[in-house]
């Protein structure tokens, strides 16, 4: 295969376009193109010519981690876990055969993996770039669903569902100061000018239990709580 023009891009900055002798069109990085030894009208080996396809899918996937992390910021797992997801096989509109279609298992797991490496190349490339930092990430969950009013146990399992590694909790949690203010204002908006009877109190309590609250918050609260209703 026959590289017949490499020029730079002029819509990306640091990507260049590389044009193959049947048409097709591969996008690299500008690392790549050195690393590759690329240059307009350069026979290729099979060997390149593959090293080249796996750096075109690489650049494809950079590209699209840094545009779902400019979206919103996310852990390394939730961005790989969109890496990794295989584009769907496009069905045949006129098969001939009834097997046309159905994917080879062998084929799809070799395409797994390889997709595998290069999302985790391409997060370990962000990392180090800064663009993807799990204790970073982790503290602004915790930031943000402190400040909606949710309570520490709800907070963790937030974490979790968002696959942020456990050893970057604990220094996240420091980012939740605890605020009486918080807690009350929920529990006085549960109980609605209610008498404070042991049945309401009930309700309040299991409603900022729900919220992810511990016990000893949520007895503090009902101790002020009465304490007011009761003034």
Do not use: C, F
């Not at 030894?37 to 996937?61: I, M, N």
């Not at 997709?115 to 915790?142: H, I």
């Amino acid at each position: 295969m026959k590289i017949e023009k490499l020029e730079p891009s002029k819509h990306k900055q640091g990507r260049w376009l590389v044009w193959l002798e049947d048409a097709s069109i591969v996008r690299v990085g500008e690392g790549d193109v050195v690393s590759l030894g690329l240059y307009a009208g350069k026979e290729l080996t099979s060997t390149e010519g593959e090293a080249l396809a796996a750096a075109g899918e690489k650049s494809k996937l950079m590209e699209r981690a840094v545009g779902l992390l400019s979206m919103r910021s996310m852990s390394r797992k939730e961005l790989l876990d969109k890496l990794y997801t295989l584009p769907r096989q496009k069905k045949e509109k006129y098969p001939y055969d009834k097997l046309d279609g159905i994917p080879d298992p062998e084929a799809l797991q070799v395409q797994a993996e390889a997709l595998r490496e290069q999302a985790e190349a391409v997060a370990d490339r962000l990392s180090d770039l800064g663009l993807l930092n799990d204790g970073e990430y982790a503290r602004t969950v915790v930031r943000h669903y402190a400040a909606k009013g949710y309570g520490p146990r709800k907070i963790r399992d937030e974490l979790y569902r968002r696959g942020v590694p456990r050893e970057y909790w604990e220094d996240a949690m420091e980012e939740r100061e605890p605020d009486e203010r918080q807690i009350d204002k929920l529990a006085r908006q549960k109980l609605r000018r209610a008498e404070p009877t042991r049945e309401n109190l009930k309700k309040v309590s299991d409603y900022l239990a729900r919220r992810g609250y511990g016990w000893e918050e949520i007895s503090a609260a009902l101790d002020r709580l009465r304490e007011e209703e009761w003034e």
